[in-house]
């Protein structure tokens, strides 16, 4: 299939996005590096009567570390985030998250900013935000204003972001001495979207973990910090009685849906196995 018809503008800086977005509201759609919006389209998924090009932005791209934070520019593209070496010395969940996403093609021209503004629940940048607390940052003609990302994914490809504003950075602190990190995911084969996957950040203190946050991917409407099932570990050591009473409740933190390949018990039993995989993994 082919796209429906739409007017196409390419634009030059921030104040043009603005007065573009109050002008025509919600018909018209934010293009980034188009890896998710164009398939959509050819799919006639979407029918927006303008596309707002932002690719050229530059000044929207890049990394940079401030006062305990990493400032990641919304049109950072993945292969971007996987060779940075402040990515990988800060945010290292970041780096081996990338690994999953997609193949170098795709990664090469889809942005940090597209994949959360999509907010596909199966997609793994928006959980690792979740785990590391991340601020989103959305700016407007009336200003700025920063969202958690904890609230920010709202459902399905639902997000916190209004119709005129557009997503310009994410502001992610440092985590401290003493914490660990881990990301897992199943998929059919490499570089596709995960069936399930599991973000993890540790904060171990007298070798004990003293906070623990497991947030999943591909378990439900949006990316789920599973806080009860992270609780069953905190301040206590891992063992095989902690793993069950983690895995029970997990049933009761994650509601997965059923798609073209895998049941919502599938989906779930994946979960549980995920978390007995990366809590084995943190605890080594
Ligand atoms: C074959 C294939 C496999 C893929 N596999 C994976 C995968 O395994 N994991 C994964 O996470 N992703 C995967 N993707 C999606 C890919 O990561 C996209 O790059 C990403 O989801 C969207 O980023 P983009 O820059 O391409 O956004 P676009 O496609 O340009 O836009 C996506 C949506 O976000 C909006 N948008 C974009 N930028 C902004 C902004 N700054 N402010 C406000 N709104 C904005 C657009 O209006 C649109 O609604 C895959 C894509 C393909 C084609």
Known sequence: MKAPPFAYIRAHDLTEVFDLLEHHGDSAKILAGGQSLMPALN?????????????????????????????????TTH?????SSDIRKHLPLLAD??????????RNSGTFGGSLAMADPAAEWPACCVALDAQIVLASKAGTRRVAAREFFQGLYATAM??????TEVVIPIPGAGTRHAFLELARRRGDYAIVG???????????????????????????????TSQVFVNKGFSDASLKEAQDLLGTELEPSA??????????????????????????
């Open 43 to 75: 799919m006639r998924l979407s029918s927006p009567e303008v596309l707002i090009d932002i690719s050229r932005l530059q000044e929207q791209a890049g990394i940079h570390v401030k006062d305990g934070h990493v400032h990641i520019g919304a049109l």
């Open 162 to 167: 209004k119709p005129n504003e557009i997503l």
């Open 97 to 106: 998250a990338m690994e999953h996403i997609a193949h170098p093609a795709i």
């Open 198 to 228: 599991v973000a993890a950040l540790a904060t171990f203190s007298g070798g004990a973990i003293s906070d623990l946050r497991l947030t999943f991917l591909g378990t439900g409407e949006k990316p789920t910090l599973a806080t009860s």
């Open 79 to 83: 292969a971007a985030i996987g060779e």
């Open 259 to 284: 798609d073209l390949y895998s049941s919502a018990a599938t989906k779930l039993h994946l979960a549980r196995v995920l978390t007995g995989r990366i809590m084995k993994q943190l605890a080594a």
